[in-house]
């Protein structure tokens, strides 16, 4: 970013509510499906670890101290997704023991951010998996508003989502301010987007499933990632409907630099469709 941009551009971007405004009184124990509870479990763990992503941002871009304020600022934001849904699920399940789990999904979860460089080789490269994990959230919170009755994680996801999609416009908004300073073409992007996507299979979602669950139903079950892998995504992908994936691939067919409204757009939106349902159906047979 150069310093003759505007210090408020990022305005915009800024957090907009606290639990605080969160309707907690309205929670309706009659309107809970368990298997969504399950799942917003794993989903706490993960957004409450947004803080340890933040402190790596803040080392990629340590010489541009005002991203580096947004990263603090974003950071802070995952961290209240993860306390509101933590607070839902102790609602929904008086037993679920947010700190210990925390303590337990730390312990177990470890990725190195001690690294003062990017994973993904330049900080435009940092911007496109960062767009594609704020991508997928958005879809994701709105795809589970959509499915959930119960009127307060419903207003949870919609603000989740809102800040997701705030979350994603600000990283969109830096990977073009990064690729005036590097080369990083369409395929360096589409890889790299490719490469996050494929990463969510790693033992993130997975150990938090078995964290906020298996572990604690079944005290001595050891992990096992591709069984709690499975475990996460029928439940979470069985949430999708078609109009959540074609937008989930719309963004990441902007963030690569490809015309997300075209012949392109339908063609990939129909295929990533296609496949997710496939893989529902084959996970919800396996577990049969
Ligand atoms: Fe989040
Ligand atoms: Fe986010």
């Known amino acids: 970013m150069t310093t ?19 309707p907690w009184q309205s929670f309706d124990p009659s309107r809970l499906d368990p298997e ?5 479990k794993a989903a706490a763990l993960v957004e409450f670890n947004g803080g340890a992503y933040a402190r790596h941002l803040c080392k990629v871009f340590a010489d541009d101290p005002e991203f580096r304020v947004r990263a603090e600022r974003w950071g802070g934001e995952e961290i209240q997704h993860g ?30 951010f001690d690294i003062d460089s990017s994973r993904r080789g330049s900080r435009a490269g940092e911007m496109v998996a960062r767009c594609v994990v704020e991508t997928g959230t958005s879809s994701y919170y709105t795809a589970l508003r959509e499915a959930s009755a119960e009127p307060v994680l419903q207003e ?4 989740i989502a809102a800040d997701e999609l705030r979350h994603y416009r600000l990283f969109y908004k830096h990977l073009r301010v990064c690729l005036a300073r590097e080369r990083l073409g369409r395929w360096g992007r589409l890889r790299i987007a490719l490469g996050r996507v494929v990463e969510s299979e790693d033992d993130e979602l997975a150990y938090a499933y078995y964290v906020a669950n298996e572990a604690a139903d079944e005290p001595g079950l050891p992990y096992d990632r591709r069984r709690c892998s499975r475990a996460y995504f029928r439940r979470a992908f069985g949430l999708y409907r078609a109009h959540h994936v074609e937008r ?22 129909a295929l990533v469709w296609w496949a997710m349902r496939r893989r529902v159906a084959r996970l919800a047979r396996a577990a049969a």
């Open 4 to 22: 003759a941009e505007p210090a408020l551009v990022y305005k915009e971007y800024m957090g907009s509510w606290t639990l605080d405004d969160i």
């Open 36 to 40: 969504i509870v399950r799942i917003v």
């Open 83 to 112: 306390e509101a849904l933590a607070r839902w699920a102790q609602l929904a399940d008086p037993e679920f023991d947010f700190p210990a789990a925390v303590a337990r999904f730390r312990a177990g979860y470890n990725i190195d």
């Open 156 to 159: 949870i996801c919609r603000r």
């Open 248 to 269: 989930m691939v719309s963004m990441v067919l902007k963030t690569v630099g490809l015309t997300p409204n075209g012949r392109l757009g339908r063609w990939a939106g």
